[in-house]
Structures are given as structure tokens and as C-alpha cells.
């Protein structure tokens, strides 16, 4: 029977796991496989803890639902009854400008205005940004067809205020990167394919805004669209607990992996523990960070592992404060999910969730809960701070942004050192040179949130992708 190893137990890792045992299994031909992850627990990023009612999370509260593998995912472990929304009817969110949280205006999808009255009335933008704004009306497309930096991008469509207020914090804070670096191709293809396809950010959104209105006429019993964002609600980890209950195969949690060698065909695997024996398997997939992978495969195929080593990674921390309601009423009504905080702003922080107000079951009668993100490209030293020292940090922010002086119950801390991949301009080209690399050696797979995509779905994506090529070339392995 073919055996498969999977290296690395994230969303990724798990998601290769269950989709290669359920659709091995329902091919009639079931593939072994063996499921390895350093760390004790399963979930890499994917962490919840609870304590008297309040749900915290370590890494990722929520996955988009316009990107469709993530809920896809919840319905073939049965557990789309326990998806939750967004409380989009309190959906307002801020930005901090000159000290103080504005508004972000209505009409908007994300960076780039639809309505102009909204537009119009707004202080977050200066007169002469809204006008600058405006030029994207007029500004002929770009020609070339290479890759450039989302703050590029934007700065040519709408200026450079809408790219420090708007599109640096909101989607560079997406991809905890800076804007300057990130790949717009990587990160939101789709605004190229605007530029080229209607000259004009603000055209194709309003071309889309009349498609929509075209097949949803008033009058007619609409379904309300689904909320941008869902949770579990008992928390993220309810996705990875379920997870791992459906797996079948050998589950190695807390197993270190030295490095893999190819046999031609197949491949062995050594682990850190010399005690333990290697294993001989048929293919590998990698996922884990690349620059884990570069580690793994270093001595069979440098030049794959050079590549992979060129993936810069940035570390991040968020520190989550448990109040009583009631304690921070008197200073902050939490209307709305939070705030971003643009670079010019030079404070500490990143941006602040109010996780009590975006989601449902977070906290118990009389909770509030805040998230505060710290840390990223050129700040890192930040997670160097002790506990106490990085919790102190955030509370005073909040005392002078919120002016929320209230002392928390209870709080948790989160380090993610090397924990966010960082899609640098040119990084779909150096993704593909990898993938042809890896394809020298037949059964050698990359997968995961280095690659293609970051958040929940692009990884279950990821994984399904690896699990097709698995199958497909399962019984070429040997040719």
C-alpha cells in the first residue's frame, strides 16, 4: 500500500491529512499516511484558550467567506451548525489619525470608495486626498505586466494619503506586512485584473456594485449576503479538535523531524530522536515554514532549499485583555470591531480587535474582550518584552487612544515568533521556480500559508491542491 508523509501539523498539514484519507477512501483505494508535527498539540497558529467564560484567541479568530474552501471545509467535517458570523450590524470599524479614532466611511470595499456622500463627508481623508482619489477616474492603466508593491499600486490609483490611512493599514495589516514590500500580484490579484479590465479602481467597483444590484432587483425575496467574516463558536480550535477526531493514520504529535532523503524512488525520513527508527515512505509533504523546509531538505536539493530560505518571515505578538463590561462602559461603548493605526501614527501597536463585539460566545454576562497586535516588520524587538512589560504597553495605548483606564481581569500573551510569511514583490515567480525544484523529486510536495495564501481557506486550498497531485501520480511514483 502506498504510504504517504505529511511533515508539519498545521491547517495545512491536517487539512492534506483528511482530505487524502477521505478521498483515498472513497476511491476505493485508502492510502496510509503519517501525520508529523514537532510541537505536542496539532493547530500550528490555530490556538484557543479559555478561562471562566472568555474565549481567547492565540492566532486567527475568524476565515474570509468569500474565499470558499474554509466553509467548505466545516461542511465535510459536519460541523457547519457551529459556524457563526460576524455582528455586522455593529460593524464599524476606526482608524487612529492624529491621535483619534475616526470612522471609517460607508461605501467603501476595502481600500477604494463606491458611494460618494459617504466618500464626501468624511475627516479621515483630506480635501486634497479625496481629490487625489478622485484621479483614479482618469489615470490611464498601467502597461507593464511585471509585479509591484501594494503601496505602489495604490499610490498610483489613489494617492499617497489613501495608502498610509486606508490600504497600508487595512490590507498590508491583512498580511502583517509592509506595504512597500508586499506583492499586489500575490496578495489581491483582483485589483490588478480591475486596472486592466476598466482603467480604474473606482469603475470596477461601481460595475460590480450594478451587477449585483442587477441580480438582486428590490422587490425580490433576497437572502441577506453572508457576512465577510465567520468564526466556530466555541472558538477557532473547534475546527482543529475536529480535525484531528476524523484522522485515521499514524498521528505523530511531538516528533521532531532532522531531515529528509530521497531514495529514487521514495524517500526516508530521520528523526531528531535517535531512538526513533527512520521511516521509509512513498512522498512527502512539507508543510511547515519554508524556512523549516529549507532545513529538511537542505542536503537533497540545495537549490530548493536556497529558494525557500529567501521567503522572509516576520514575528508578531497579540496580548488579549478580559474586562467586565460594566468596568469599561464608563470609558468606551466598544461600538464596532476596532481600529487600525497607520505607520505615520509611530505607535507601539498595530491595531486593536474588539473581540467581544465582533463575535458572539466570545465572553460570559458582563465580559468584554480586546485583542492588541504588537510587533511585525521593523518592530519585533517588541516580543522581547516580558508579559507584564508587553501587557502594560498595551493597556496604556488604550488609555490614551480609548481612553480606556480600566484594569483587566484576566489577560493572555502570544508570541509567534517567525510566524507570518511575507509575500515580497516577485514572490509567485519564485514560488514556481520552488514548485519545479521540488518537482525533480517525484513525490516531493510544498503546501501550505508560504506559498499561494495565508489565511484559513488558502490553506485548505493549498491542501486540497497537494491532495489532487498526490492521487494523481500516486502510481507514477515507481515509473
Known amino acids: 500500500m502506498t504510504h504517504i508523509t505529511i511533515i508539519g501539523g498545521g491547517i495545512a498539514g491536517l487539512a492534506t491529512a483528511f482530505y487524502l484519507q477521505q478521498q483515498s477512501h472513497d476511491a476505493g483505494a485508502p492510502i496510509d499516511y503519517t501525520l508529523i508535527e514537532r510541537r505536542p ?22 476565515f474570509i467567506t468569500q474565499k470558499p474552501w474554509g466553509m467548505q471545509l466545516c461542511r465535510d467535517l459536519g460541523i457547519a451548525d457551529r459556524i457563526i458570523p460576524t455582528n455586522d450590524h ?34 479621515l481623508i483630506s480635501p486634497w486626498g479625496k481629490l487625489r482619489m478622485g484621479m483614479d477616474l482618469f489615470i490611464p492603466p498601467r502597461q507593464e505586466q511585471s509585479d509591484e508593491s501594494l503601496a505602489n499600486f495604490f499610490r498610483r490609483r489613489l494617492g499617497n494619503e489613501a495608502v498610509d490611512t486606508i490600504a497600508g493599514p487595512m490590507m498590508g495589516g491583512i498580511y502583517t506586512a509592509d506595504p512597500e514590500q508586499l506583492s499586489i500580484q500575490s496578495t489581491f490579484p483582483m485589483f490588478v485584473e480591475m486596472e486592466r ?39 477557532m480550535n473547534e475546527l482543529i479538535e475536529t480535525l484531528v477526531s476524523r484522522l485515521e493514520g499514524d498521528l505523530r504529535p511531538g516528533c521532531s523531524v532532522a531531515r529528509v532523503e530521497y531514495q529514487s524512488p521514495g524517500f526516508k525520513i530521520y528523526f531528531d530522536d535517535p531512538d526513533t527508527p527512520p ?30 530560505n529567501r521567503i522572509r518571515y516576520v514575528s508578531t505578538a497579540n496580548i488579549s ?11 468606551h ?19 486593536c480587535t474588539w473581540t467581544s463585539t465582533k463575535f458572539n460566545y466570545r465572553v460570559p454576562e458582563d465580559g468584554a474582550l480586546i485583542r492588541v497586535f504588537v510587533g511585525g516588520d521593523g518592530r519585533e524587538h517588541l516580543l522581547d518584552l516580558p508579559d507584564e512589560e508587553l501587557v502594560s504597553m498595551a493597556r496604556a495605548e488604550l488609555a490614551e487612544i480609548m481612553g480606556l483606564a480600566a484594569e483587566p481581569m484576566t489577560h493572555r500573551v502570544f508570541r509567534w515568533r517567525k510566524g507570518n510569511p511575507q509575500y515580497d ?7 514556481s521556480e520552488m514548485e519545479s525544484l521540488a518537482g525533480q523529486f517525484p513525490g516531493l510536495y510544498l503546501t501550505g500559508s508560504a506559498f499561494r495564501g495565508i489565511g484559513i481557506p488558502d490553506c485548505v486550498k493549498s491542501a486540497m491542491n497537494t491532495v489532487e497531485q498526490v492521487l494523481a501520480s500516486t502510481e507514477k511514483i515507481y515509473d
Open 41 to 62: 498539540r496539532f493547530g500550528g497558529k490555530i490556538t484557543t484558550d479559555y478561562e471562566d467564560g472568555f474565549v481567547i484567541e492565540g492566532g486567527p479568530d475568524s
Open 90 to 123: 455593529r460593524r464599524n470599524v476606526y482608524v487612529l489619525k492624529k491621535g483619534k479614532l475616526r470612522a471609517f466611511p460607508g461605501g467603501f470595499r476595502l481600500a477604494i470608495p463606491t458611494e460618494f456622500v459617504p466618500f464626501a463627508l468624511t475627516t
Open 197 to 235: 479590465k476598466y482603467g480604474s479602481l473606482i469603475k470596477a467597483m461601481q460595475a460590480g456594485k450594478k451587477r449585483r444590484a442587477a441580480a438582486h432587483p428590490p422587490g425580490q425575496n433576497n437572502s441577506k449576503p453572508p457576512a465577510m467574516f465567520t468564526s466556530l463558536q466555541g472558538g
Open 279 to 308: 521511516l521509509a515512505t512513498d512522498a512527502v509533504v512539507l508543510a511547515v515554514p519554508a524556512f523549516v523546509a529549507a532545513a529538511l531538505v537542505g542536503k537533497m536539493a540545495p537549490a530548493l532549499a536556497e529558494k525557500l
Open 321 to 331: 485583555l478580559a474586562y467586565r463590561y460594566s468596568d469599561v462602559l464608563p470609558h
Open 333 to 351: 461603548d466598544l461600538n464596532g470591531f476596532g481600529f487600525m493605526i497607520p505607520k505615520s501614527e509611530n505607535r507601539s501597536i498595530l491595531a
Open 425 to 431: 514583490v516577485g514572490h509567485l515567480d519564485r514560488v
